[in-house]
């Protein structure tokens, strides 16, 4: 009996070393090179713990590294991400963080990492990002450099234990929401605009190129009294062209202009300072060139055709000057017939 007693207990002891020494870590990856990439919209869960010979920075920290997609400056990346809390009797709070990290390798993440944890802790303004209350949360961070390979999100939490009866782990998971690219637009300074005129913006992406075109945005005019007019434009070679239809309330006011374009999903939503000009009445276009050439082209019409009929059936010399005449007449209508072209 004794014997039977002294086994279960060895094997029960050996069943608790076992389980206190079974690695707690799961998903992400140690250092970059083993982060596995993340996609857009795709749900990942990972498992950290406090274990002091799990940690994998600096004997006091266990961190999961997943490398992002490409990024460009000023980007826009959201991470929708969850976690347990302690469950260890006089903690309380979650004991995951979050880190972005750009331009690391299997040697430099350490370092880059120590400057952003050191004397800092989880926040939910960053850089080193906490959870909120309910354990959940949509972190918004700004990219600050363009990199196409070597962005990782860092999950972390501190491995300092080593008292077999206070190691616990710390489940997470996480989706990343679609990159919204940055979007500037600005409208260049005027101090009066025609009611009847086309305004100008400008659209540029952060690197300083011009926007993709076909992108839409909007124009927002207001001026006293309660006037309002919007209108619409698109985006080409980086320019967009608003064409106003200011009604005779707008005449002689100053205006506000506004240009905006909301997020779509791939860009970031963008809205201009206001423009404060002048409404000007629209000029009175020119009376047509056309009609008064097409009644000239009419009237030589007829004067060529009725000197070649008379020409037809006159004698010797008047023959001779109706067709002069005739011919030259047709010069002429030749002339108007050009004209005509051009004008109208």
């Known amino acids: 009996m004794k014997k039977s007693i002294a086994l279960n207990m060895g094997m029960a002891i050996v069943a608790l070393l076992t389980a206190a020494s079974a690695p707690a870590f799961e998903g992400g990856g140690r250092k970059p090179s083993e982060a596995p990439l993340i996609t857009v919209g795709q749900h990942?869960?990972?498992?950290?713990?406090?274990?002091?010979?799990?940690?994998?920075?600096?004997?006091?920290?266990?961190?999961?590294?997943?490398?992002?997609?490409?990024?460009?400056?000023?980007?826009?990346?959201?991470?929708?991400?969850?976690?347990?809390?302690?469950?260890?009797?006089?903690?309380?709070?979650?004991?995951?963080?979050?880190?972005?990290?750009?331009?690391?390798?299997?040697?430099?993440?350490?370092?880059?990492?120590?400057?952003?944890?050191?004397?800092?802790s989880c926040y939910e303004a960053g850089p080193l990002y906490s959870l909120s209350g309910s354990g959940s949360a949509k972190t918004t961070i700004t990219v600050q450099d363009t990199n196409l390979s070597s962005s990782y999100l860092e999950f972390t939490s501190y491995a300092n234990e080593t008292d077999p009866s206070h190691l616990e782990t710390y489940p997470y998971d996480f989706t990343l929401g679609p990159i919204l690219h940055y979007l500037a637009a600005a409208i260049p300074p005027v101090k009066r605009i025609s009611a009847g005129g086309v305004l100008h913006a400008t659209a540029n992406l952060a690197t300083g190129l011009p926007a993709p075109d076909g992108l839409l945005f909007s124009l927002a005019v207001t001026w006293a009294g309660g006037g309002v007019a919007s209108y619409t434009g698109v985006s080409s070679g980086g320019t967009v062209g608003f064409q106003l239809a200011l009604p005779e309330t707008a005449f002689g006011k100053q205006a506000s202009f506004v240009v905006s374009h909301p997020a779509d999903g791939t860009y970031q939503a963008v809205t201009t300072p206001k423009l404060e000009a002048l409404v000007a009445k629209p000029k009175t276009p020119p009376p047509s060139q056309c009609a008064p050439a097409e009644r000239r082209t009419h009237v030589l019409s007829r004067q060529f055709k009725r000197l070649k009929r008379h020409a037809s059936h006159a004698r010797r010399s008047a023959r001779r000057a109706l067709w002069r005449r005739a011919k030259h007449a047709k010069r002429k209508l030749r002339a108007a017939q050009t004209e005509v072209k051009a004008v109208c």
């Open 44 to 120: 990942y869960a990972g498992q950290l713990n406090n274990h002091r010979d799990d940690a994998n920075y600096d004997e006091n920290r266990e961190v999961a590294l997943w490398r992002l997609p490409p990024l460009t400056t000023r980007d826009v990346i959201t991470i929708d991400w969850h976690a347990a809390p302690f469950t260890r009797s006089g903690f309380s709070g979650f004991p995951v963080c979050l880190v972005l990290a750009q331009g690391v390798d299997d040697f430099s993440w350490g370092g880059v990492f120590g400057k952003v944890t050191e004397y800092r």
